[in-house]
Each structure stands twice: as structure tokens, then as C-alpha cells.
């Protein structure tokens, strides 16, 4: 599927400094050994893909793990190996304690202009308890390092519903971080995962869960705050000034194309989702021996794209576009409209690229409804509520693959 | 050897709840050369999985043994309260018991209930003190308790253990010496009592029977003088205890009839087998037993319900106690209400059901069978609390009432009473069987004590308190109806049948118990209890306000593209109250028992 958005590619850096309790990503703690490997792993399967997908790129995105315990420069040979469009968009998560001035200044040498923060929380207490290595004072410095290398776009991410996180807390660290410099914020409630220590403690009834009501009173406070800093949400967990959305995101969310490189990584290409390998030791063995370390490959059906187009559409303020979907799943839709999580109408329009393929926010709202206005998105409170309302929709489609 | 009716003796193993009846008849069966040694096996008599799983009998067994020249028809009987039936049907086939007495324990509940049955039919009885090989056994004190209580002399008691085997051959000289040999007349005509029947899924019904008088005989046809029936024989038989097929049983002989029978109806327990050509005149046979306690049994999944009743039927044709009929409830959908004689038995039907038919249940709270009036002066049977008749025609309701024997050591004596008087419970009597171990007799509402009493009890008294019933009468009661509502609508399988002065508790109980295990809905969902249109207790189940996923990148797409699959199937399995959705697993919570 074609989406505004061009195509992009994921780099994954499996690498951190010591695992957070809450975290379930591809990521070892153990392994820095391999990190001049890896990068010459990385290195040339993006060459590879490259052969084989000459096209543009639109957008890169490097992951984590913890991309910035990579020696600058090696993130930027990769930079170069993908040969990205000069406008693209380039993104690379860093972590507040690990991303240095000089970090930054080789970076935006190296064609970065985004930077992700992993933040979390701005109370210290929060953040020991989210096993977090970084403290609050670490965060400014490391925004300031960024803007100061010219960097364009700096987001930061937060974590919210930790149970020892009060709520006066968590507006404190949604208002310091929107007054550091930033265009961009990203709002993850806390997720607990089978498999981490969180999981286990939470099984193990030595921690307790978040609540789901503390959570929800948070989220509308981010949006009640980001609002009048002027983000404004454009997915579910994503806030941004105008023009400071991320692109390679929204690309995923529309079912857009994006290659996949190292451990773990996830992509879509022409109809299919695929994984690489997940170790670093066997990505870098795959690399070196066959040249394809994809996993698995999943050819998407038709079924798979009806649901897939709902559950990342909806979380998006575009919403979709339900026309030619059949009736009971419009019916529903308008069902939901009456119980206030649904509205009728996108909230805005998708980005359109101008020539220089930057985002121009001319278009006016009207003109991304389907021909006969039939596309929904989520209100605040179906926002919330967002996996009822997919399941609804989703359970409205016809059965089969 | 040739059956001699004068060296014969038939007798049953009675005694209390674990008292170790099973585990003598072991060693009687080994005394006696019965079991191949490399067959043997603890409770060998004990059949049934569960019996073996749970250790206890549910199914009386006999068994014929051969011992110093003597036939000995020995029946193992189950000691548990709701299965006593099985045991005055045993009696009616014997001349004599061994009433078994725990040495560690003494007279409990159903020692004595067990010995009153067998003075009621006559019996001879030999008391057999047992387990003295445990340190804790003290066999003169209980000697002294049964000869206070039981009027049998001390002297009598004879000492074994079950275990050891010490003791069970002057065990089986008291039987021979103490328990008359049988009468019976061969010249007469046929009059054999069917005391149990079994269905045998490739032979039919065998059914246990012993001849009073004539000869029943295997090339004779024969009539069931109840039913009025007339069957060809295909086998009889003694149990060695392997069933062992003979020519003829004449009177005094204990054995089995096979006479390819596929219903239960149809040779029933009681029934009286005479020959076709010269029938006799019919013994008297027993009372059927009927169930005290009910509940719906539902499937989990609606699916399933042919399933239930292939499994009903299949299990009725091995209980004849236990009652069931198709109903219909507004939340569970199609199941049944079935009868069953107690909890126990309820309990063990139910996980059969389960287990052996591989079915998931949902069981609404048991009740009994109230009789309601109405002001036209009609009565009508209720089974179902959601057959009571309205509120505006009812005149007043009457429970059954049941006797209780509670034994227990006289320090709980205080702890009992009360518990009994939280029930309802009015004394009859207290009698102290001896300085330390009192009975307490008391009349109370059967609904009170099918519901956890025993387990309460046994709490209270360390374990050493025990209890039998017996059916008593009806009696008039302050009951109401309480009912529960969820989001405003009833929901008929949380209605229940109680005292007006427990309506609140049990309203107050049930809500709060709800509204812990309904899922939170897209709106406030109130939960109610009420008595008629007066509300008792409310809760609420605040409406959901959060159930997004926070993160969605590339990697999660799948992951959560599962998620929302197994959203949708789970949904499937929801019930519709209105437009409340109730996973079946709260119906199946909300309605357990123990909480
Ligand atoms: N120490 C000791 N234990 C015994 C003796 N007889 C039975 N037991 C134990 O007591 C328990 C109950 O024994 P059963 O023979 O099943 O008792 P029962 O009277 O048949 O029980 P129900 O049929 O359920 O009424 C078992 O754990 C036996 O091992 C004995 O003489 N000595
Ligand atoms: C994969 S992490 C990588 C970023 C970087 N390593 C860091 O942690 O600072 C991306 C973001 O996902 C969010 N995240 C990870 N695990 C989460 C969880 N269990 N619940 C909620 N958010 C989570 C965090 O906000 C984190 O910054
Ligand atoms: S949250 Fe970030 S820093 Fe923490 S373990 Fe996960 S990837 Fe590493
Ligand atoms: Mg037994």
C-alpha cells in the first residue's frame, strides 16, 4: 500500500545500559562487545536493501534499545548506507544520560534532524521507580544539546501511571517537559508486560498494577495541557506543534512502506510484514552468511488489511475512511458516533507534501472526508476507549482470510 | 463349596464417615483368600474413580467370602449421611452388622444414626472397635461410651485394626458365633430383593439381590412382582468378589441378576424377583429416597447443551436419587434443574459431569423445595426460587425442617449452640454420651443447614463435631424472594429463597461480590438487590474509562492485531443481561459456594 507519507526504514540498536523494569523491547544489557559488528552488520544489509529497493527514502528511524550508546559516527555510516532523499526525516531515540554535545553536533552533521528523548518522568522518585538511569536534571541538557547542534525537531517521551506516581506529579513532568524546548510529545501509559520485572513483581502481588481510572485522568490532562502549549494530538499516545509530526510514525500508522534493519526490526513492504531475526549475534551471522536475515514473512490478506487499517487508522486524528466498508460496520460506526466515542468527519487532514516533500498544513479539514463523508475518528474519550471501538468495528467484518 | 444356609451369614460393615469399613473389608477379603495377592489393593471394594480419588465409598459393595467352612455375604456400606439410603437398602439383605467404631475417635453422628437403622431392622450386632494401632486410640473409654450410649456391654467390643489386620479373625468367629445363620424356604416360591442396581454400559442393569425364600434359577424366566415385568435370565451369579456366574441361588444366598435390562425403572431397587410360572407375593421394599437439595446445572457454553443431557441421562441411569428436568433461565439459558439427596452428592455429580463427560457447568445456588400457598388456598411446589408465585397472591411459604444429631467434644458445646441458633436451629435435647462427648439434637430449616453448615461446624469444632440429618416436616417461615438486578433487569439465576431476617445479608453479599466480578461497561452499571420492588443493597460498576493500548509502533502491529482477535472471541462468550455483557465466568464465581 502506498501511503503520503513515501517510504522509510527502521534501524534497530538493541543495546541499553541496563533494562528498565517496565521494558519488553529487543534489548540487551550484556552485549556491547558487538556493537562495531553489528554496525558493519547493519551497514551492509541497509547497501543490500538499497540494491534491491532503489526507490526514495523518505524517512529513518533509529530505535532502541539505546541508539545513542552507539559511537556517533557509526550511526552515521548507517545514515549513509541508506542513502535517505536530503529532506528526509531522520530520527534517532537517545536517552537523556547517554546523549552528549558532541553526540549531537555529529548527528546533525550526519543529516539527524529529530531527536526522540526517553524521559519518562521528571520526578526523580518516578524514575527510580520505572528503574530509569537518568535523572531530571539530565533532560534539559540534553534538549539544549540538541537545539544547540541545530537539530529541528526534538520529542520527548513520557510514561504515565506508575502507581507511585501521584497525579500532581505527573503534571509537573507533563509541564517541565513541554517548557524545554520541544515540538513534539509522546505519552505512553504505563504498559505492564508478561516476561519483565514489572510483570513479575505485578504477578507476584509485590507491585501493584496501574489503574486504569488514574490513567485515564492523566491522559485528559495531557491533552488539556499539550492543547494549550499549543500540541495538538494526532494519535492516540502523540502530541506535536503544527509541522512537528513525525513522519516516519505517521507512515506506519497509514499503512505506508518502510524497510527493516538489524536485530529484531519489524518492516512493510509491498503487502507483507516481516521481522528480522531477533539476537544481534544472529542478525550480524545472517548478515555475513546468506545476506537475509528476515525471520518471518506474513503476506497481508485482505482480512488482515481491513483490521490493520482500523486498528492504526482510528488511533490516528485522520481516522479512516469507512466508504465501500460494509453496512454493519458503518451502522456500528454510527452507533458508536451516538455513544460519543466516534465523530463523524477526520479531525484534520493527513500532512500534504508540498514539492520539496515537506509538509505543508494547507489543506483544509474538509477535504480528507471520504467521497461521501463517511470517515470516523475518536473522540477524547474514545480515545480512551479506543480498543472497544476497534473491537465493535472489527467484530462487524466479514469472518475468513 | 456347596452353599449350606446354616453355615452362612450375611451381615453389613456399618460405621461412621472414614471409620475405616473399606479397609477392614481389605483384610476380611485377604483372611479369606479372596483377592489374588498381586490384585490387592487398598479399598478394593471401592470401585468408582471417585471413590478411589476422594477416598470415600458412595456405592455399597458386597462381596462373598468363604471362612471355616462358612459363607460370608459381607456388604461394605458408604458412612457419608447423604448416601444412608445405601445402607438401609444393605440391611434389609443381612441378619447382622459390624458397626465399626474408631478407637481414636468414639461415637460419632452417624455411628449412631447407623446403629439406630440396624436395630430398627433387628439386626444383631457385632461392635468392632477399630484402628487400635494408632498411638491415639484409646479402646476401653470408647468401649465404655458404646456401652453407655449403644447399651452393647464393654466386654463385647472386639479390638482391630484394619491396617495391622490384628484382630479380624476373632473378628469373623463373633460374626460367625453372634450373627444367626439365615432362614428361608427353597420349597416356596421364589422372593429374592433387589437391594441395588447398577447399569453396565455392555450388559445393562446388574442388580444385587438376596433370596429369601425359592430358588432363583438361570434357566427360568423371570417376573418383577412391583412392575409386573416377565424377563429371560442371562446370568446369575456371586461376587467372589469377581463376578462368578452359577446355575441356581436359593435362600440365604446373596448374588447378582443380569436379564438384559436397559433401564434403571425397571428393576428398581426394592423390587421383588419371582419365578414367571409361579410367582410369590412381594416383600416390603424400601422407601425411595428423594432429594432435598436442588440446583440448575448449565452448560458454560450454550453449545453444549445436548451434550448435558446425553450426560443427565447417562448418569440417572446409574443414580436413581438423583432428579433432573430441562428449564430455561433468562441469564444461563437452557439447563436443568436437578435434585440430588445432599451436597455431597450434588458436589460429586457435578464433577462427574465435568470430568467424565468433559462438560464446563455453571450451577445456580442449591435450594430446597419450598411449597408455597396462594391466597386462593392452591399450593404449588417450588423448586426453582423463580417459581415462587407474585408477592400480591402469595399467602405464606413452608419449608422442610430437618433433625440434626450433632457429636461433638462438650468444649464446643457453646460454639455449636450458637452457630445452630444463627440457623434457626431449635434444641430438642442434650445428652452426654460421656463425660467429655455430648449429642445435641436440634430441629432446623433444611435450606439452612445445605448450604456451608458443615463446613462452618467442622471449623468451629476443630473437626471433631459431627453431624447427621434426617427429614422432618414442613413448617410455615417468614421467607422472602430476593432478587438481584443488574443495570435494572432481574437476573432469575441470582434469585434466591431465604429467611426475611437474612435477605439483607445475603442482597448486601451478592452485590458486593458482583460488582467485583463484572467487567466494567461502556456506561455505570447498578447492581441491586430487592425483596419485591424494595430495594435491599446497590452497588455500582463505574463505567470504563481506559482500555487503549498505549503504543502501537511497526513491531506491535501482529501483537496486537491478536489482542483485538481474542477481544472478539471473548466476546462470544459473554451473556446478555440487557445491555450488560457478563463473562460466563462471573455466573459460575458469583454463584460458588465457598467465598
Ligand atoms: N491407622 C489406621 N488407619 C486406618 C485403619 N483403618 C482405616 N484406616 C484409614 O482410615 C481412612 C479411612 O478408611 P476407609 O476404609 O476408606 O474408611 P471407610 O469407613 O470405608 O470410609 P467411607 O466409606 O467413606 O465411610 C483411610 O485413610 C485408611 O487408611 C486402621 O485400622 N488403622
Ligand atoms: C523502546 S523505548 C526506547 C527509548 C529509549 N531506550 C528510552 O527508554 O529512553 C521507546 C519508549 O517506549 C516507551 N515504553 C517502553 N516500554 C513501555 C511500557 N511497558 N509501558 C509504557 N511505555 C513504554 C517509553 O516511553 C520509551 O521511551
Ligand atoms: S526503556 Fe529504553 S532504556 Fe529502558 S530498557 Fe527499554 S529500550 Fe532500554
Ligand atoms: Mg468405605
Known amino acids: 500500500m502506498s501511503s503520503p507519507y513515501g517510504t522509510g526504514a527502521y534501524v534497530h540498536i538493541p543495546f541499553c545500559e541496563r533494562r528498565c523494569d517496565y521494558c519488553d523491547f529487543a534489548t540487551w544489557t550484556d552485549r556491547s562487545h558487538l556493537m562495531a559488528a553489528y554496525v558493519d552488520a547493519c551497514v551492509s544489509h541497509a547497501q543490500a536493501l538499497r540494491r534491491e529497493h532503489p526507490g526514495a527514502i523518505d524517512h529513518v528511524f533509529f530505535g532502541g534499545g539505546t541508539p545513542s550508546l552507539l559511537p556517533p559516527d557509526d550511526l552515521g555510516r548507517i545514515v549513509d548506507a541508506l542513502q535517505p532523499t536530503p529532506d528526509a526525516e531522520i530520527t534517532v531515540e537517545v536517552n537523556p544520560d547517554s546523549f552528549s554535545d558532541r553526540h549531537a553536533r555529529v548527528y546533525a552533521a550526519s543529516g539527524v534532524n529529530r531527536i526522540s528523548m526517553g524521559v519518562q518522568s521528571m520526578d526523580d522518585e518516578v524514575l527510580v521507580a520505572l528503574g530509569r538511569t537518568h535523572n531530571r536534571d539530565n533532560v534539559a541538557q540534553a534538549v539544549r544539546a540538541a537545539r544547540g547542534a541545530g537539530i529541528e525537531h526534538v520529542n520527548v517521551d513520557l510514561i504515565y501511571g506508575s502507581p507511585v506516581e501521584s497525579f500532581r506529579s505527573w503534571i509537573a513532568s507533563v509541564s517541565a517537559a513541554l517548557s524545554d524546548d520541544i515540538d513534539h510529545l509522546s505519552c505512553y501509559a504505563l504498559t505492564v508486560e508478561p516476561g519483565t520485572p514489572l510483570g513479575a513483581s505485578v504477578a507476584a502481588g509485590t507491585a501493584r498494577a496501574p489503574d486504569d481510572d488514574d490513567q485515564a485522568a492523566k491522559y485528559e490532562a495531557i491533552d488539556e495541557l499539550c492543547e494549550s502549549a499549543g500540541l495538538s494530538w494526532y494519535e492516540i499516545s502523540n502530541w506535536a506543534r503544527p509541522g512537528g509530526e513525525c513522519r516516519h510514525n505517521q507512515n506506519t500508522w497509514a499503512g505506508g512502506n518502510y524497510l527493516a534493519v538489524g536485530a529484531a526490526a519489524h518492516g512493510f513492504m509491498d503487502g507483507a510484514r516481516f521481522w528480522n531475526v531477533r539476537t544481534p549475534e544472529r542478525y550480524i551471522e545472517a548478515v555475513s552468511t546468506t545476506g537475509d536475515p528476515v525471520a518471518v514473512r506474513v503476506p497481508q490478506s485482505l482480512q488482515d488489511r481491513y483490521v490493520e487499517t482500523l486498528m492504526l487508522g482510528l488511533r490516528t486524528r485522520t481516522g479512516v475512511d469507512l466508504a465501500g466498508w460494509p453496512d454493519a460496520v458503518i451502522q456500528t460506526a454510527a452507533d458508536l458516533v451516538d455513544i460519543g466515542l466516534l465523530v463523524a468527519g477526520g479531525r484534520s487532514a493527513p500532512p500534504n507534501f508540498d514539492q520539496s516533500g515537506r509538509p505543508s498544513q494547507t489543506r483544509d479539514a474538509d477535504s480528507c472526508h471520504g467521497a461521501d463523508g463517511q470517515r470516523f475518528s475518536l473522540t477524547r474519550r474514545g480515545r480512551l476507549l479506543a480498543s472497544h471501538v476497534m473491537s465493535e468495528l472489527a467484530s462487524h467484518l466479514p469472518d475468513g482470510r | 463349596m456347596q452353599f449350606d444356609i446354616s453355615q452362612s451369614r450375611c451381615f453389613s460393615i456399618i460405621a461412621h464417615v472414614d471409620h475405616g469399613k473399606s479397609t477392614l473389608a481389605d483384610r476380611m477379603l485377604e483372611v479369606c483368600n479372596a483377592v489374588d495377592p498381586r490384585d490387592m489393593r487398598s479399598q478394593y471394594l471401592d470401585t468408582m474413580d471417585i471413590e478411589r480419588e476422594r477416598g470415600i465409598t458412595i456405592k455399597a459393595q458386597n462381596a462373598r467370602l468363604t471362612y471355616k467352612n462358612h459363607t460370608l455375604q459381607l456388604i461394605d456400606t458408604p458412612g457419608h ?338 452457630l445452630a441458633q444463627t440457623r434457626r436451629g431449635e434444641l430438642q435435647r442434650m445428652d452426654y454420651l460421656s463425660p467429655e462427648r455430648v449429642e445435641i439434637v436440634y430441629d432446623i430449616p433444611m435450606a439452612e443447614i445445605v448450604m456451608d453448615f458443615f463446613d462452618v461446624l467442622k471449623s468451629r469444632s476443630k473437626g471433631y463435631a459431627s453431624l447427621d440429618y434426617e427429614i422432618g416436616d414442613y413448617r410455615t417461615s417468614k421467607l422472602v424472594r430476593v432478587d438481584v438486578l443488574l443495570n435494572g433487569q432481574p437476573v432469575d439465576a441470582f434469585s434466591t429463597i431465604v429467611h426475611t431476617d437474612k435477605a439483607y445479608d445475603y442482597g448486601r453479599k451478592m452485590a458486593a461480590k458482583l460488582r467485583e466480578l463484572i467487567p466494567r461497561q461502556m456506561f455505570d452499571v447498578p447492581i441491586q438487590a430487592a425483596v419485591g420492588s424494595r430495594i435491599i443493597a446497590r452497588e455500582t460498576v463505574k463505567a470504563k474509562r481506559k482500555d487503549v493500548l498505549a503504543k502501537c509502533y511497526g513491531g506491535d502491529v501482529s501483537r496486537k492485531r491478536k489482542l483485538l482477535e481474542k477481544q472478539k472471541e471473548g466476546k462470544k462468550r459473554m451473556k446478555h443481561i440487557g445491555r450488560v455483557e457478563v463473562p460466563q465466568e462471573a455466573f459460575v464465581s458469583a454463584l460458588r459456594l465457598d467465598d
Open chain 2, 81 to 418: 449421611v447423604d448416601f444412608s439410603y445405601e445402607v438401609s437398602r444393605s440391611l434389609a439383605a443381612c441378619e447382622g452388622v459390624v458397626l465399626l467404631v474408631d478407637a481414636s475417635q468414639g461415637i460419632e453422628a452417624q455411628t449412631l444414626a447407623n446403629c439406630y437403622l440396624a436395630l430398627d431392622n433387628d439386626l444383631a450386632i457385632v461392635v468392632a472397635l477399630n484402628k487400635i494401632d494408632l498411638p491415639a486410640a484409646e479402646p476401653e473409654r470408647v468401649a465404655s461410651e458404646v456401652e453407655k450410649v449403644l447399651g452393647v456391654p464393654a466386654e463385647e467390643c472386639l479390638y482391630v485394626s484394619g491396617k495391622t489386620g490384628e484382630g479380624v479373625t476373632e473378628l469373623l468367629d463373633a460374626v460367625i458365633d453372634r450373627i444367626p445363620a439365615p432362614t428361608g424356604d427353597p420349597d416356596q416360591p421364589l422372593q429374592a430383593l433387589i437391594f441395588d442396581s447398577v447399569f453396565d454400559t455392555y450388559r445393562g442393569v446388574i442388580s444385587s439381590l438376596r433370596v429369601m425364600n425359592g430358588v432363583l434359577d438361570a434357566a427360568q424366566p423371570i417376573r418383577f412382582l412391583n412392575t409386573g415385568t416377565v424377563h429371560p435370565v442371562d446370568e446369575i451369579g456371586v461376587r467372589l468378589p469377581v463376578n462368578t456366574p452359577v446355575k441356581q441361588l436359593t435362600p440365604g444366598e446373596v448374588g447378582y441378576l443380569i436379564a438384559g435390562i436397559k433401564n434403571l425403572d425397571e428393576a428398581r431397587v426394592g423390587e421383588t424377583v419371582s419365578t414367571a410360572a409361579h410367582p410369590g407375593t412381594a416383600l416390603e421394599g424400601y422407601r425411595e429416597p428423594k432429594p432435598m437439595v436442588f440446583c440448575g446445572l448449565y452448560p458454560v457454553d450454550g453449545d453444549e447443551f445436548d451434550e448435558l443431557r446425553e450426560s443427565l441421562d447417562k448418569l440417572a441411569l446409574n443414580d436413581a436419587s438423583f432428579t433432573y428436568a430441562p428449564e430455561t433461565s433468562h441469564a444461563l439459558g437452557f439447563g436443568f434443574r436437578c435434585g440430588f439427596l445432599g451436597l455431597l452428592h450434588m458436589e460429586i455429580a457435578r464433577e462427574r459431569l465435568e470430568r467424565e463427560y468433559n462438560l464446563s457447568l455453571v450451577a445456580t445456588a442449591p435450594n430446597v423445595q419450598y411449597k408455597a400457598f396462594t391466597t386462593d388456598g392452591n399450593m404449588t411446589e417450588v423448586h426453582n426460587p423463580s417459581e415462587l408465585p407474585e408477592a400480591s397472591r402469595l399467602d405464606h411459604i413452608e419449608e422442610p425442617y430437618s433433625v440434626i444429631s450433632i457429636i461433638s467434644p462438650s468444649e464446643y458445646i457453646g460454639t455449636i449452640m450458637d
